[in-house]
């Protein structure tokens, strides 16, 4: 199993700059996600609505939209560390199976707060998504510690695998449950 590409398109010169006044003037942005990075959470083509945010309350399963390398991402913080002395966080795609590079928070946009799927919003800041969140970050930092990403284990993968699972149907339930 090869690792998924990032769900990732060009930054413009500019675009923090604009989310950063959209913010500023207490509004959000929406945008499509493509890619795969982060299915079944975020599938390409679905709208994802991004807000501001605190760097310092970022926490493990939170999702925000970065920009890395000249492409703006949108992957799953699963941990935090220090990059050139300054606070960061690790961020990766939930169908990813290496980390990015260390986001200090001038590279973090905004935070993603809800997105389209299949014609309902789901708002990803509710109690049980949060939760499956953290528990997928969890599995990221230890798969990210198991070492280099192909080829895989059995186990990994199984592992890997049976989480997505899980929050499929984590959020399957919160939608029966009318929590979305």
Not at 23 to 34: E, N
Not at 94 to 113: E, F, H, Q
Not at 114 to 126: A, C, D, T
Not at 142 to 158: C, E, F, T, Y
């Amino acid at each position: 199993m090869s690792a998924a590409r990032p769900a990732a398109r060009p930054a413009g010169p500019d675009l923090a700059s604009i989310a950063r006044e959209v913010f500023s003037k207490g509004g959000g942005f929406s945008f499509q996600a493509t890619g795969a990075s982060m299915a079944p959470t975020i599938r390409s083509g679905e709208p994802v609505l991004v807000e501001s945010f605190e760097f310092d309350r970022l926490r493990p399963g939170d999702i925000v939209m970065a920009s890395s390398h000249g492409l703006v991402i949108v992957h799953r913080v699963i941990g935090r560390t220090l990059a050139g002395g300054e606070p960061a966080v690790i961020t990766m795609g939930d169908n990813s199976v290496a980390t990015d590079p260390p986001l200090i928070a001038d590279k973090i946009i905004g935070l993603v707060i809800s997105v389209i799927s299949r014609g309902r919003k789901v708002n990803l800041r509710r109690r049980l998504y949060m939760a499956g969140g953290r528990l997928l970050a969890l599995v990221g930092r230890r798969l990210a510690k198991a070492g280099s990403p192909a080829p895989q284990p059995h186990w990994r993968r199984r592992l890997f695998s049976g989480s997505r699972l899980l929050l499929k149907w984590t959020l399957r339930l919160s939608m029966r449950l009318g929590a979305v």
